[in-house]
């Protein structure tokens, strides 16, 4: 949207902070708590004045987990296992974001949160996306045992999971640490369990 008194450089400048004032409020009160005048006041606007950039509580949300992705993406959408591993290092530089990507992703299970769909999109194709990643590194079957797409769900869970038990207490959980040693349970050597890719024996 341009911001006819300024120009589109105030405009984007200004949805920018609202956005930053939105990550900042969800944060600390998720997104149930989180109000409209709650963020314009954080943003130094007045709720009207937040209407004129996001004229729904629904659209400021998405916005926001937009924009998250655009931050996350990689030049030419291709990830590697070692941008993982640097995306997790870069989390730890912004809790904020992590807090407030947590608390909405943790609300979005229940029926009708309007970030549903969103994460059920994005956890589809970011399923597609990591086997993708696996499949070329190590072809269709790890060093573990296990296929891409068999481990495709536990690296995500790790991810998301490590993120909630470091931001509960960060001096205790070394996220990138942990995330390096899941890495080395994958694609190392596979444990003599006399167990086959399918995992039946």
């Known amino acids: 949207m341009v911001d006819r008194a300024k120009g589109p450089g105030r405009g984007d400048g200004r949805r920018a902070e609202i956005l930053r004032a939105a990550y900042e409020v969800i944060a600390e009160r998720g997104y149930r708590g989180a109000t409209l005048g709650a963020v314009a006041e954080r943003a130094g606007l007045t709720q009207q004045g937040l209407l004129h950039y996001f004229p729904r509580k629904e659209a400021l949300l998405l916005a926001m987990l937009e924009k998250r992705d655009e931050w996350d993406a ?3 959408g291709r990830w590697r296992l070692d941008l993982l591993v640097s995306l997790i290092e870069y989390n730890t530089m ?3 974001v992590v807090q407030a990507f947590s608390a909405l992703l943790g609300e979005s299970v229940t029926e009708e949160h309007p970030a549903r769909a969103f994460f059920t999109r994005r956890y589809t194709r970011l399923r597609q996306s990591m086997a993708g990643v696996l499949r070329d590194a190590y072809g269709d079957v790890l060093p ?7 481990a495709v769900p536990l690296l995500v869970a790790v991810m998301d999971g490590l993120g909630y038990q470091w931001l509960l207490d960060p001096a205790a959980v070394d996220m990138p640490a ?6 080395s ?5 596979p444990a003599e369990t006399g167990r ?3 995992g039946r024996a």
């Open 185 to 189: 349970l994958l694609t190392g050597p």
């Open 144 to 150: 573990c045992g296990l296929t891409p797409e068999r």
């Open 94 to 96: 912004r809790p904020g």
């Open 74 to 76: 990689v030049p030419e």
């Open 196 to 198: 086959t890719a399918s």
């Open 178 to 183: 942990a995330f390096t040693d899941f890495l």
